[in-house]
C-alpha cells in the first residue's frame, strides 16, 4: 500500500476546494446518495430534536449539512470542526445567514486533539470524515472521543465511504460498480483519477466494523439508515 496523505496534504487540498465544496452538485458528484443522505439526516435530527439542539459538525466542510439541518429546526448552538480555515470561513458565513437567533462557533484543527468540553453535544455529525481515520486504535480513539462529548441521550450521526469485508464483494460493489459510476459521470481516466485519490488519502472500515465498534465503544442503540454500493449512513444513541 502506498504511503498515505499527511493532514496537511488534505488539508491543503480542501483549502484550495471551497468554492466547489459549497454546492452539493459539484462536491459531492463522486459520492453516491449525497443529496439523499443530507436529507435523510437532516430530517431524522429534526424529528429526534424538534426544540433544537447542541450540534456539534466534525469536518463540517462548507457546512452543506447545517444549512440543510437549518431548514428544518432553528435556531440551534452549532459548533464547526474543520482542518481547513477557509472551510470554516465560509461554513460560518452560510450557517449565520440561516441560522436567526442561534450561535455559532468554529474549531481549526483535527477533531481528535480540538479541546471540546465533554457531554456537551445533543447531535454530532461526521460526514465524509472517518475514511480519513488509519489504524484500529485511531478507530476506537475516534469514537471513543465522540462518545464522551455526546449528553447522555445524544446521538451521532454517519455518512461516508465503507469498503466490504469479503475481498471479492469489494472487488464488485467498489471496483467494478462503483466504478461504473464514476466512468459515468465523465470518462475512465476520471475513474482511475478518483480512485487514485481515494487510494492515497483514505482508510475506509466496513460498515460491519463501525457498528460493532459502536456498541463496543458504548452507544446504546446503532441503526443504518442507507447503503448503496460502497457509501452507507447511520446513527448511534448514546
Known amino acids: 500500500?502506498?504511503?498515505?496523505?499527511t493532514l496537511k496534504e488534505i488539508q491543503e487540498r480542501f483549502d484550495n476546494d471551497v468554492e466547489r465544496f459549497s454546492n452539493l452538485e459539484t462536491g459531492q458528484q463522486t459520492t453516491l446518495d449525497a443529496s439523499f443522505n443530507m436529507q435523510l439526516i437532516a430530517e431524522g435530527i429534526a424529528a429526534l430534536h424538534p426544540a433544537g439542539a447542541a450540534v456539534l459538525d466534525i469536518g463540517c466542510g462548507?457546512?452543506?449539512?447545517?444549512v440543510k439541518l437549518l431548514e428544518h429546526i432553528k435556531p440551534l448552538d452549532i459548533?464547526?470542526?474543520?482542518?481547513?480555515?477557509?472551510?470554516l470561513d465560509r461554513a460560518k458565513e452560510r450557517v449565520d445567514a440561516v441560522n436567526v437567533g442561534g450561535t455559532s462557533r468554529i474549531f481549526q484543527g483535527d477533531f481528535r486533539s480540538v479541546d471540546l468540553p465533554e457531554q456537551s453535544f445533543d447531535v454530532i455529525i461526521s460526514t465524509a470524515v472517518l475514511h480519513h481515520l488509519r489504524d484500529d486504535i485511531?478507530?476506537?480513539t475516534a469514537f471513543a472521543k465522540f462518545y464522551s462529548l455526546l449528553k447522555p441521550g445524544g446521538s451521532f450521526w454517519i455518512?461516508?465511504?465503507?469498503?466490504?469485508?469479503?475481498?471479492?464483494?469489494?472487488?464488485?460493489?467498489y471496483t467494478e460498480r462503483y466504478g461504473q459510476y464514476l466512468t459515468s459521470l465523465k470518462d475512465e481516466a476520471y475513474?482511475?483519477?478518483?480512485?487514485a485519490?481515494?487510494?492515497?488519502?483514505?482508510?475506509?472500515?466496513?460498515?460491519?466494523?463501525?457498528?460493532?465498534l459502536l456498541r463496543e465503544t458504548g452507544f446504546r442503540d446503532v441503526d443504518?439508515?442507507?447503503k448503496n454500493l460502497c457509501f452507507a449512513s447511520f446513527v448511534a444513541f448514546k
Open 224 to 226: 443504518v439508515l442507507h
Open 138 to 140: 485511531d478507530w476506537r
Open 197 to 212: 485519490y481515494i487510494e492515497k488519502e483514505d482508510s475506509p472500515r466496513s460498515l460491519m466494523f463501525q457498528l460493532d
Open 62 to 66: 462548507a457546512g452543506n449539512y447545517d
Open 191 to 195: 475513474r482511475d483519477h478518483v480512485f
Open 1 to 5: 500500500m502506498q504511503e498515505k496523505s
Open 79 to 87: 459548533t464547526l470542526v474543520d482542518l481547513s480555515k477557509p472551510m
Open 159 to 173: 455518512f461516508d465511504l465503507v469498503e466490504q469485508a469479503t475481498a471479492s464483494l469489494q472487488e464488485l460493489i
